[in-house]
């Protein structure tokens, strides 16, 4: 056959093709995108889940926490007056209840000083990149602050309440309650310069630092979406947006208490701000949806991966409930999530106290009401999400873990290894393995989800 240009230009318009010759990889593509379209749902799930879990535990602290306090200063009280003859005057988690409290207290004592207005006027008078630099560097901050703060807080409970054989053993607690008092006061002034940083954005006439504050988020997506992720990888990062995203709306909450307060509560101005307010959050579940949607495409995980990730922080929820917990319910959380309620409790009190005035008996019997009304929401709160966490964690086949995790304390003291075994801080038979394999020496164990915390990524600990 002759080539020529007219029989090209045929075969060019009449040649065909069969896709189902690489049938594999054109399912594989579809179901590539049917996942994409499955990550906003699974993802909003996972983050109304962890939004509300969060929460509980800032609830937790407004509610709950006076109420346990005042218990255990009731138990102090009335205990020596009935002839106490215990081991203990206290029990740990009051001792922690009272520490939680006293940090409070002396924290929005100390926050009284800081002046908001002040800081407020000393920050409209930057320019705007450089507040952009500043709000870059303030949420840099915040992470850090966050990581190392509830290790001093974990550090100061377990030093107040681990058993000592010596009454000046308790000296130790004090250098430690004077540092968990300088963080959470810090915290607290940090998340403070953020706010005044976002209200003067919203304040500003043109809104051009509102717009460069949202188009950092979208400089997020390019920052991790090429990056390589694994199933535990991605758990850390949901966790830290569901925290990023509840202190947001507090912050927002914040910057609307303010601007009413300056505008004698006109609620004309309310009509103003809530333009703003909507633009931040849907630019933060647009970055979070777009930033999962592409890990999880070029990763390839698949989208029912969040509903271990719920079952994992329902896990939480269920197992913090049990007799035997070794943790309260809100310092799981802190650790799971890097949510630490105590420096935002502290700011939004100071910010309370002074934007709504308080005179009167009327003034009073609403403020209590408006306690009363808090309590409800947290006892409604909790109900419904250890519901929902039992049914999560039954969906997920973990009831077995759940009781191993409960039965684990009076099993390892029943067993006492000898000096030996504690020596070579293994069984015979791991050195049986290791001698087989010796390559199992430098590998580390796939960690669980339910093993890592907020900071376990740190130091490229996960696999």
Wanted: with cysteine; aromatic share 10%.
């Amino acid at each position: 056959m002759n080539p020529s240009l007219t029989r090209f230009i045929c075969a060019e318009l009449t040649r065909g093709y069969f896709l189902e010759h690489n049938e594999a990889k054109y399912t594989e593509r579809r179901e590539r995108v049917y996942t994409c379209m499955r990550i906003p749902k699974e993802l909003e799930k996972l983050m109304l889940f962890g939004f509300f879990l969060c929460v509980d535990a800032f609830l937790y602290v407004f509610t709950l926490l006076p109420l346990r306090v005042l218990l255990a200063l009731l138990r102090v009280l009335t205990l020596p007056c009935c002839g106490f003859s215990g081991s203990r005057l206290l029990q740990p988690a009051q001792v922690c209840d009272m520490l939680k409290g006293l940090i409070l207290l002396l924290c929005f004592s100390m926050m009284h000083y800081v002046d908001y207005s002040m800081m407020y006027h000393l920050i409209r008078g930057q320019s705007v990149i450089k507040l952009y630099i500043i709000y870059n560097m303030l949420e840099v901050a915040d992470r850090l602050f966050s990581s190392f703060g509830q290790d001093i807080l974990d550090a100061l409970y377990w030093t107040a309440t681990e058993p000592k054989e010596r009454k000046r053993d308790s000296i130790g607690v004090i250098p430690h309650f004077l540092m968990a008092v300088l963080y959470v006061f810090l915290h607290s002034i940090l998340i403070m310069v953020q706010a005044s940083t976002l209200n003067v954005a919203f304040n500003s006439h043109n809104k051009s630092l509102l717009t460069i504050m949202m188009s950092n988020n979208f400089v997020e997506i390019k920052g991790s979406v090429f990056k390589k992720f694994e199933k535990n990888n991605l758990f850390q990062m949901s966790n830290s947006d569901i925290k990023e995203r509840f202190t947001s709306y507090v912050l927002l909450l914040i910057v609307c208490l303010r601007n009413m307060e300056q505008f004698s509560w006109n609620t004309d101005h309310l009509l103003v701000l809530l333009p703003d307010v909507f633009i931040v959050i849907v630019s933060e579940i647009a970055v979070d949806t777009i930033k999962h949607a592409f890990i999880t495409k070029f990763n390839d995980i698949p989208a029912d991966v969040y509903s271990e990730y719920r079952a994992s922080l329902a896990f939480d929820l269920v197992s913090s409930r049990q007799k035997n917990a070794y943790t309260d319910y809100s310092d799981s959380v802190a650790r799971r999530m890097g949510f630490i309620p105590l420096p935002l409790a502290v700011l939004l009190i100071r910010v309370l106290l002074s934007s709504v005035k308080v005179q009167g008996a009327l003034s009073y019997t609403c403020v209590f009401l408006f306690y009363l009304g808090l309590v409800t929401l947290k006892v409604l709160n909790s109900i419904v999400l250890l519901g929902k966490s039992c049914v999560y964690v039954k969906r997920a086949n973990m009831e077995d873990k759940l009781f191993e995790k409960s039965s684990t304390p009076s099993s390892s003291s029943n067993k006492t290894p000898n000096k030996a075994d504690q020596a070579r801080g293994q069984t015979p038979s791991e050195e049986e393995q290791a001698a087989e394999d010796p390559d199992t020496k430098h590998r580390t164990p796939k960690k669980d989800l339910l093993e890592i915390d907020r900071f376990t990524i740190c130091g490229n600990r996960i696999d």
